[in-house]
């Protein structure tokens, strides 16, 4: 079965530290993992597209990892800021469909 | 606007109801999507549209639920004898083609938050 998880759930940190957010993911075939953020009552934006060929990708003060190998994705964000208090959903698609399969995201809290 | 609209914003009915949901896509995107977000879940895969056909109606939870798409632009959501399991939020995404693998984003606009009574 095609699925999409993420750890952790819920994650706290203070304004200026850094955070990782992990996504592991068993669809297959694979063909592109993307990472979107979803402010609150707001429809989610996507940060990062990354493909089969690709391990690292970078929007701003976030980088995204994709380990194909091991089908794990990392979304790390640097120099936290007030505004990245947000849900980050990793989303998953495969090859010859146009259905993305959605993790139920990681809530990010960024306190002064 | 330029970027996905969706309407109302906010919606609460009382249940056995129908509701209709609109979503206005980016201009020019021939693929449309429509996702249901219950509170604390994932986003979970309704209907996709590729101009105005829907090849993968897959997602649809019931009968109850129906979509359609004209003039490759406007979507309507139509919820029939609503439930109060219906709540939730309904958000349209768009992108320049159907996402096939292809690595495109898809916009999506800021729902419509569905309460049922």
């Known amino acids: 079965k095609n699925q999409v998880e993420q750890s952790p759930q819920s994650l706290i940190i203070l304004e200026g530290k850094n955070c990782t957010l992990q996504?592991?993911?068993?669809?297959?075939?694979?063909?592109?993992l993307r990472w979107y953020k979803q402010d609150t009552g707001r429809g989610p934006v996507s940060l990062t597209i990354?493909?089969?060929?690709?391990n690292t990708k970078s929007n701003g003060r976030y980088t995204a990892t994709l380990d194909a190998d091991t089908k794990q994705s990392s979304l790390h964000i640097t120099a936290s800021q007030l505004s990245d208090s947000a849900s980050y959903i990793c989303?998953?698609?495969?090859?010859?469909?146009?259905?993305?399969?959605f993790g139920t995201g990681t809530r990010l809290q960024v306190f002064p | 606007g330029a970027g996905v609209s969706q309407s109302p914003s906010n919606k609460v009915t009382e249940k056995g109801k129908d509701v209709e949901l609109r979503c206005d896509p980016i201009?020019?995107?021939?693929?449309l999507y429509w996702y249901r977000q219950r509170l604390g879940q994932g986003l979970e895969f309704l209907i996709y549209?590729?101009?105005?056909?829907?090849?993968?109606k897959s997602g649809l939870p019931s009968d109850r639920f129906s979509a359609e798409r004209t003039g490759e632009s406007v979507s309507t959501l139509t919820i029939q004898r609503t439930q109060q399991e219906d709540s939730a939020v309904y958000l349209c995404?768009?992108?320049?083609?159907?996402?096939?693998?292809?690595?495109?984003?898809?916009?999506f606009g800021d729902g419509t938050r569905l309460s049922i009574l």
């Open positions: 995404a768009s992108s320049p083609y159907g996402t096939g693998g292809a690595s495109q984003p898809q916009h």
């Open positions: 996504c592991n993911y068993t669809v297959s075939p694979f063909s592109n």
């Open positions: 990354m493909t089969f060929s690709e």
């Open positions: 989303v998953v698609s495969a090859k010859n469909t146009d259905k993305l399969i």
């Open positions: 201009s020019g995107h021939t693929a």
């Open positions: 549209f590729q101009g105005n056909s829907a090849p993968d």
